[in-house]
């Protein structure tokens, strides 16, 4: 009799549960946490936590991602408002609410315009030379909440410098309250089912409970008013929304690359498919959620992503399970919340931000020799000249990284490898030969508006000089595009004046290597200097046959 398979004792939806579970014990804490980095109420974290992990679940695909405040967003949220509403509470907590309504509205213009690569326009060394320098930020502007004092500067380098100075005047107290949760919270972390922060919140309530820490000079956290009330648009004018706008195009760069890095991350890491586009959307609708709502941008961050996966979550229901122990834990714990001792509070968000303080992410560009002056700008942009300026040079320069790449003028001559059918870079490689009678180019880059002319304007001085100085002058110019997926109208014309050049000069032009877009425009912008047949080699040796097929015997290099 056949037996039946074995049937596993445990339910399926067991592991999402205790994922959930003790992801809402590391996400509760934090979404405090990162309403202190942005100058706010609590509740605003609270807020932004779970129309994080609801929207997310109903729209993203990612069985991994929790969507929640993140320290980078929170720094960046915090720095916007107070240089815009400087000692104006309301008008700060309105410029608050409107900059993450922008920034989910921009993520879901991107989504529908399908626009998910948009995460490459923040460079790798960009990125993470910014997010070192605001972890040092966010660090150093706990310390006063450690140390018992208030902060003396808005400035880092200057806050830093007077902390020390302030020795006499630091708290012993809370010295020992903050520096004793960083211990237990390091001590704890190779234990990743253990709710480290959650486990430090409830002994600072313990303590505050036992003995009275208030009195001691230990501020606490205070009251967390979460009322859901009907969701508003801010009252601001058009002028404070215009600005908003130029910081959530901003912010949303920052935020979707590093969500974008967690998510892909991980998609890869299982083997799962990945949509960028509906990523943005889902990210653009928890945003606006959290906006309506009053709460603070949302993004995928690593850490709780990475805890969500370590606790053995298997599909979303991970993230509702979290959302449901969330919103039960805020019903019923917010009370006790409000006693927490802010250096406590202060140890969670170090310990939150610490991952990316790692030197050797930023070591691998200096032992590749790379992008080093990159990542040192972009560490020197936050710190000398603040979040929100340095938040724009570091957008900026990597647009300027992508423009630079992009508008390299290097055009490569090819010659065949050995006797068979390879043609490669004759100055990387020597032992390559050219073709007597056929000159072979390839643009090093994709040819667009930038740089189309410069190439075509190098190509035209390479065909005069061998024209000049060859034995065997060149009668067949083959241009191989295979790095150029597409071109643009500049792109056209300077292949259209290429063209001319060389019908002026008796000298048959042929593309080759062609995608397919390319060769359909190509083949309706066609005329005299661009005929079909010149459109319609799939590869450079095809192109070199028919090319020696036009030549004369002596012109070819023939033997006889």
Request: charged share 15%; with cysteine; net charge neutral.
């Amino acid at each position: 009799m056949p037996t039946l398979p074995a049937r596993s004792a445990t339910p399926s939806w067991l592991p999402d549960l205790l994922a959930g579970l003790a992801v809402a014990g590391l996400l509760v804490p934090e979404a405090v946490a990162y309403s202190s980095i942005a100058g706010l109420p609590p509740q605003y974290g609270v807020i932004a936590l779970l129309a994080g992990l609801i929207c997310y679940g109903l729209v993203g695909r990612s069985r991994f991602a929790i969507v929640s405040a993140t320290s980078s967003s929170a720094a960046v949220l915090a720095a916007a408002t107070v240089s815009l509403a400087p000692g104006d509470a309301s008008l700060k907590l309105a410029l608050a609410t409107g900059l993450v309504l922008l920034t989910g509205s921009f993520f879901l213009l991107a989504g529908f315009a399908r626009l998910g690569n948009i995460s490459a326009f923040i460079a790798k060394p960009v990125l993470r030379g910014f997010t070192f320098g605001l972890t040092l930020i966010i660090i150093v502007r706990q310390l006063p909440h450690i140390l018992g004092v208030q902060p003396p500067h808005n400035d880092i380098l200057r806050s830093s410098f007077d902390l020390l100075v302030q020795f006499r005047l630091w708290n012993p107290v809370c010295v020992g309250l903050g520096v004793g949760a960083l211990a237990l919270l390091f001590a704890l972390k190779p234990y990743r089912h253990i709710p480290a922060p959650l486990l430090v919140i409830v002994l600072g309530i313990a303590t505050q409970a036992v003995w009275g820490l208030d009195p001691h000079g230990v501020a606490l956290v205070g009251s967390i008013d979460l009322q859901f009330r009907a969701p508003s648009l801010p009252e601001l004018t058009r002028s404070e929304w215009l600005q908003l706008a130029e910081l959530a195009f901003a912010l949303l760069f920052v935020l979707y690359a590093e969500s974008y890095a967690s998510m892909r991350s991980f998609a890869f890491k299982h083997g799962e498919p990945f949509s960028a586009n509906r990523e943005l959307i889902a990210l653009g609708l928890a945003n606006v959620a959290s906006g309506l709502f009053a709460g603070l941008p949302v993004g995928a961050g690593y850490s709780a992503t990475a805890a969500n996966e370590a606790a053995g979550a298997r599909s979303r229901l991970a993230a509702w399970a979290a959302a449901l122990t969330v919103l039960v834990a805020v019903l019923t714990l917010l009370p006790w919340m409000a006693l927490t001792p802010m250096p406590v509070l202060a140890a969670i968000v170090i310990y939150a931000v610490s991952h990316t303080l790692s030197p050797a992410a930023l070591r691998v560009y200096f032992h590749w020799r790379r992008d080093r002056l990159v990542v040192l700008c972009a560490i020197s942009a936050v710190l000398l000249l603040g979040i929100l300026p340095g938040l724009l040079v570091a957008v900026g320069a990597s647009v300027l990284m992508a423009l630079r790449g992009f508008s390299q003028h290097k055009v490569s001559v090819l010659g065949r490898l050995g006797q068979g059918h390879d043609f490669v870079d004759i100055r990387a490689h020597p032992e390559a030969q050219p073709i007597p009678g056929v000159l072979i180019m390839r643009p090093e880059t994709p040819l667009f508006f930038a740089n189309a002319e410069q190439i075509m304007a190098i190509v035209q001085q390479r065909l005069d000089a061998l024209a000049r100085k060859a034995a065997v002058p060149p009668q067949v110019l083959i241009l191989s595009l295979e790095d150029s997926p597409d071109l643009d109208g500049s792109s056209i014309e300077s292949l259209i004046e290429l063209a001319r050049f060389t019908r002026e000069r008796g000298i048959e032009l042929s593309l080759a290597r062609l995608h397919e877009p390319a060769r359909a425009v190509l083949a309706r912008a066609a005329g005299p200097g661009l005929p079909d047949l010149a459109l319609t080699n799939w590869s450079v040796d095809d192109a070199v046959a028919r090319a020696l097929a036009t030549l004369t015997p002596p012109q070819a290099g023939s033997p006889d």
